[in-house]
T-cell receptor
Framework: SQTIHQWPATLVQPVGSPLSLECTVE??????LYWYRQAAGRGLQLLFY??????ISSEVPQNLSASRPQDRQFILSSKKLLLSDSGFYLC????????????FGSGTQLSVL | KNEVEQSPQNLTAQEGEFITINCSYS?????LHWLQQHPGGGIVSLFM???GKKKHGRLIATINIQEKHSSLHITASHPRDSAVYIC?????????????FGKGTHLIIQP
């Protein structure tokens, strides 16, 4: 069965420190993968998506970057965190087709202090 | 731009009540998702609709393409149904993922 793992669940980091959030999927190959940010009172905002290894597209300019070193691994990174990077981050995978379905990771609550 | 509006924003009800959550959008879509986000933050996909009606257990989702409106109903509500329910629409201008998300409806079912 298809599953998606995301870690860590919570993270408190000082301003200027690096960031690495990891997401892995199981039970599928060559998935479309996405990183979202969810701000309080707002809908999910798409940050990055990837259709294959090494293929990353960014939807919004920001202090973050993403990488896909393996087919089922998607990483969200930053070299130097800003206060405005605080938020709830979700990794997701979309199963395409007639019965399109979304699978989300459990999310990471990032607090930058 | 597709505006996705959910109502109500917050809903508190008693166990056993029939619940209705609404989602309206402004531009024609090809599909609509209903998602459930539990207090811990994880999101689960409930339904994907392109027309008509779907049912799974106590959950029923309907969509009216002409009126650009969808509803999620919960029958015999239970405290474990307490969550944020999110509507997401798929349309050609919806970005790389094709989706625009609503802000969610926060549902609390009291015992």
């Amino acid at each position: 069965s298809q599953t998606i793992h995301q870690w860590p669940a919570t993270l408190v980091q000082p301003v200027g420190s690096p960031l690495s959030l990891e997401c892995t999927v199981e039970g599928t190959s060559n998935p479309n993968l996405y990183w979202y940010r969810q701000a309080a009172g707002r809908g999910l905002q798409l940050l990055f998506y990837s259709v294959g290894i090494g293929q990353i597209s960014s939807e919004v300019p920001q202090n973050l970057s993403a990488s896909r070193p393996q087919d089922r691994q998607f990483i969200l990174s930053s070299k130097k965190l800003l206060l405005s990077d605080s938020g709830f981050y979700l990794c997701a995978w979309k199963e395409l087709g007639v019965n399109e379905k979304l699978f989300f990771g459990s999310g990471t609550q990032l607090s930058v202090l | 731009k597709n505006e996705v509006e959910q109502s109500p924003q917050n809903l508190t009800a008693q166990e056993g009540e029939f619940i209705t959550i609404n989602c309206s959008y402004s531009v024609g879509i090809s599909a609509l998702h209903w998602l459930q986000q539990h207090p811990g933050g994880g999101i689960v996909s409930l339904f994907m609709l392109s027309s008509g009606k779907k049912k799974h257990g106590r959950l029923i989702a309907t969509i009216n393409i002409q009126e650009k409106h969808s509803s999620l109903h919960i029958t015999a509500s239970h405290p474990r149904d307490s969550a944020v329910y999110i509507c997401a629409v798929r349309w050609p201008g919806g970005g790389a993922d094709g989706l625009t998300f609503g802000k969610g409806t926060h549902l609390i079912i009291q015992p």
